[in-house]
């Protein structure tokens, strides 16, 4: 069984490039969920993909969007990057009906560097 | 809202000294509470959890009691080790609700 991989671990952007940022599920799970962790912050929810579909968002603007594939990986874009959008980028993929529970499971993330 | 307030850090302890680390959340709802864990470099994972007032979620010796009376969640450990070191967050999560909300974290250190 593996765990929910992330990639890139590292990256470094310009302000006002396009970013894409890349998870791989656990074998298993179909509902992926990203958060974004900022520096001496908790994870702050992004939005939830279910069955290739946006299946919630919390409070971010329309530049960040997502994807969910057939094989249930998940892709983050955020386009015109903001300095603020400097952060750790975490993947978590479940079992829809599963949330942060035993079965919710965390990536390492993606440390995204505007600058 | 929803909201999830957690003692500042960083908490640094010497092994084997008792640790709490208090966390209080907004009592809107009937919320779950969970303790999460993050080790330097990995993503977060689940420490315990409780579902409903008066429920004790418990993992690896760590403890935390749903007090609905204080709106508090506060997480403790008779002995902690070198070893737990890492930071903690607390987080809420609404009945009905997937978005959870997350403490900022509280950065424990213990020295040998």
């Known amino acids: 069984e593996t765990g929910v991989t992330q990639s890139p671990t590292h990256l470094i952007k310009t302000r006002g490039q396009q970013v894409t940022l890349r998870c791989s599920s656990q074998?298993?799970?179909?509902?992926v969920s990203w958060y974004q962790q900022a520096l001496g912050q908790g994870p702050q929810f992004i939005f939830q993909y279910y069955r290739e579909e946006e299946n919630g968002r919390g409070n971010f603007p329309p530049r960040f969007s997502g994807l969910q594939f057939p094989n249930y990986s998940s892709e983050l874009n955020v386009n015109a990057l903001e300095l603020d959008d400097s952060a750790l980028y975490l993947c978590?993929?479940?079992?829809?009906?599963?949330?942060?529970?035993?079965?919710?499971?965390f990536g390492s993330g993606t440390r995204l560097t505007v600058v | 809202g929803n909201s999830v307030t957690q003692m500042e850090g960083p908490v640094t302890l010497s092994e084997e000294a008792f640790l709490t680390i208090n966390c209080t959340y907004t009592?809107?709802?009937?919320?779950?509470l969970f303790w999460y864990v993050q080790y330097p470099g990995e993503g977060l994972q689940l420490l315990l959890k409780a579902t409903k007032a008066d429920d004790k979620g418990s993992n690896k010796g760590f403890e935390a009691t749903y007090r609905k009376e204080t709106t508090s969640f506060h997480l403790e450990k008779g002995s902690v080790q070198v070893s737990d070191s890492a930071v903690y967050f607390c987080a809420r999560l609404s009945g009905g609700s997937y978005i959870p909300t997350f403490g900022r974290g509280t950065s424990l250190i213990v020295h040998p």
């Open positions: 074998s298993g799970h179909n509902t």
């Open positions: 009592a809107t709802g009937y919320p779950s």
């Open positions: 978590a993929s479940s079992l829809v009906g599963d949330p942060i529970g035993e079965g919710y499971t």
